[in-house]
Structure formats: structure tokens, C-alpha cells
């Protein structure tokens, strides 16, 4: 059931509207109501039933009840989830806008959520994704470079630090060919290290090589380390390519 399913009516309430009865009462339930992005578990919701025809409705005043309680329990679960994931709290995002020196509108530009997304996140009326929070996180900690590099647009070329350019639709595609090479050449590597060193009687099977360090061509000059497995290597083989 969704919050605006019962319908607050202007007629005599307590007056059945499908059959004229006035044999009527209050009931009280609970409900899963999504709200704000959230879904609530909400008790103490408020609703008139028809005893003759079963038909149901709110009141003016029950609707006016029905949503304090439903804001009591959004608040409530959106403070649980910030605490649970660690979020930034309205009060904080205002800090960052104010050391990035943006303003609302110019943040929700930049960061996206819509033209009123950051009134909202910074007076609670809405909580902002872990993926917004992130992004702020990361805005602040690289500061004004990071302002100019969104203000730079989605179609701007990314540069890579190995110094490639990348348009920026095909850059994600690139990059992901690029580990899927280098991490089939080091499993090639990796099963013919296995059959030699198994021929000598030094190993019984490839799982021990998985603490290996791999290090493979990204690039013309340039060598990218690799962890299989453990991130504590005991030797490191050469791939050439």
C-alpha cells in the first residue's frame, strides 16, 4: 500500500460513502509505506471502516496523523541509515559546499540529484545515496581540482595517469580490456610456472602460486603491479609484452 492510497474526504466522515450507513468504526495497523526513498515500517496508522459493506477511508484528521507518523519514521530509519553507512549529515554537506565554495544550485549542478536535491539533503528532507556521499567525500579531499574536473562535463577526454586520453565513453571499456589482457597473461604465466616447478616435485597444485606478483606491460615503458590472491608476493615474474 502506497502513503496516498487512503484519501482524506470532505464529506460527513462518518457516513459510509458506498452505502449511506453510519455504522462505522476507527481502526488502528500497521503498513510498509515507501517514502522519501525509504521503506518504512509504520504502526499506529489510522483509518474508518464500513461495518455494512466493508468499505474503508481517512479522516481529515486521521490523514493529518496518518503522516506524523510517517515522518516520525522516516526520520527515524534515515538517521538509523546514516549512522549504519556512515553518511555525511545535513549539517556536514553544508560545510563541504562552503569549503568548495558552491552553492546549493551550483552543487546540484555539478554533482546531479536534481535542482533542489542539496536543500533537501542539508535539511534532512531527503538522505542523500552512499554514491553522493562518496562523491562529496572525494570533492573535498582533492578540493578545487576536483570542482574544475566536473565542471569540465561528461564528454570531456579522460586523461589517464599512464598518460593515455580516452574520450570518456569509451574510457571504462578500454581500461576494463586492458586488466582482462594483463590478467590472462598472468594466468598463462602462472600454469606454466605450475607444470615446471610441479615436474620437479616443488609444488602439488597451482593454488600455490596464487601469492605471486605479476607485473605485465600496460603500455609502451610502463609496468603496472598485479596481486593474484595475497597481497604479500614471494617472488615476482616478468611477463613480456
Known sequence: MSATELKPRKRDPHVCMRCKSRDVLVEHYADVLDFKGLTLDVDGLAQTRCRNCDYRWTTAGQEQDNLARLRDAYVAKRDAVRDREGLLTGEQIGEVLDRLQLTKAQAAELFGGGPNAFTKYMNGEVLQS????????????????????????????????????????????????????????????????????????????????????????????????????????????????
Open 130 to 241: 552512499l554514491a553522493m556521499d562518496r562523491l562529496l567525500r572525494l570533492a573535498l579531499a582533492f578540493g578545487p581540482r576536483a570542482v574544475e574536473l566536473l565542471r569540465q562535463g561528461r564528454n570531456a577526454p579522460l586523461r589517464l595517469n599512464a598518460g593515455y586520453t580516452l574520450g570518456a565513453t569509451t574510457a571504462t571499456a578500454e581500461m576494463q580490456r586492458c586488466i582482462a589482457a594483463i590478467r590472462a597473461e598472468a594466468d598463462e604465466v602462472l600454469m606454466r610456472a605450475y607444470v615446471m616447478f610441479r615436474g620437479a616435485g616443488t609444488v602439488k597444485s597451482p593454488g600455490a602460486f596464487r601469492t605471486f606478483r605479476f607485473e605485465s606491460h600496460v603500455g609502451p615503458g610502463r609496468r603496472a603491479p598485479i596481486t593474484a590472491g595475497s597481497t604479500t608476493p614471494t617472488t615476482a615474474i616478468r611477463v613480456s609484452g
